[in-house]
């Protein structure tokens, strides 16, 4: 039913990327009510997407991070894009941002693109069909495949930072107990965005964190996660109605994803 269409967005998802490698060394930037970053590349990318988006697909809605997205709650269809997901790695030239395009259905994500401009590879799924990973370069696609962890002590997990947690709740509104995974986890590392839950899709990364979410930075990978068969669900441990939810957690295993959510939960007051 998408596949078509699903074409179309990975054109426009390259073309996109393309202009965010070209326009990286002269970019200039500055900080936003929330104190995270925008570039004057973040506002083009977002506006050449959605001008292709609106070429392709006329009748549906457009929004996105930094040109607005009031009113995308009362719309039953619509296109949502983060131009670059990870401003602040792409300021600093550590290549772990991306950009995310994503097709939302009665609340539910039917088309995800997650491109990563700096490491010249594209994650991209739609409902039925499927999760595929390819370099930009090649027209082979590789079906994803992911490794089965079940318990934090075996497991290797990353996650985007240490805001929306007891250590600093920054702008989130939940202290999460996010020390108690990286202290028993087999390995831990802190990373990018949407780059972390791209490698739970490909096995590299057994369970992937995020403690604050808006839906432009969860519904793509929302797609991808489980067209991909990997867990998907939010810190409270639900697995439906994701993109509004506010956190995200990826796994490899429904029973790792559920001890993350029994130990990270916030300590009773």
Not at 182 to 191: G, N, V, Y
Not at 229 to 253: D, H, P, R, W
Request: with cysteine.
């Amino acid at each position: 039913m998408y596949e078509d269409l699903m074409f179309k967005v990975l054109k426009i998802a390259k073309e996109a990327s393309n202009m965010i490698e070209a326009s990286k060394k002269n970019a200039k930037f500055s900080l936003k009510n929330d104190s995270s970053y925008v570039s004057e590349v973040d506002i083009s990318v977002e506006k050449f997407i959605s001008l292709n988006l609106k070429s392709i697909d006329p009748n549906t809605p457009v929004y996105g991070e930094e040109l607005g997205s009031e009113g995308v709650e009362s719309e039953d269809t619509y296109w949502l894009i983060d131009p670059i997901d990870g401003t602040a790695w792409y300021k600093m030239g550590i290549p772990v941002y991306g950009s995310l395009i994503s097709l939302i259905k009665n609340g539910e994500p039917v088309i995800g693109c997650i491109s990563l401009p700096g490491i010249n590879k594209v994650c991209y799924a739609f409902e039925g069909g499927g999760c595929f990973v390819e370099e930009y370069d090649k027209s082979e696609k590789a079906p994803t495949q992911s490794s089965i962890v079940n318990h934090i002590k075996d497991a290797t997990i990353s996650a985007s930072g240490i805001h929306g947690t007891s250590t600093w709740l920054e702008n989130g509104s939940t202290p999460w107990e996010l020390q108690k995974i990286f202290k028993d986890a087999k390995l831990f590392k802190f990373t990018g965005d949407c780059i972390q839950h791209v490698q739970v899709i490909l096995g590299q990364v057994d369970a992937a964190i995020d403690t604050i979410m808006k839906p432009w930075d969860s519904a793509a990978l929302i797609i991808c996660l489980r067209e991909s068969g990997s867990v998907v669900m939010n810190l409270q441990g639900c697995t439906n109605n994701l993109i509004f939810s506010e956190t995200l957690l990826s796994a490899s295993s429904e029973e790792l994803a559920l001890e993350i959510v029994e130990k990270i939960k916030p300590l009773a007051r």
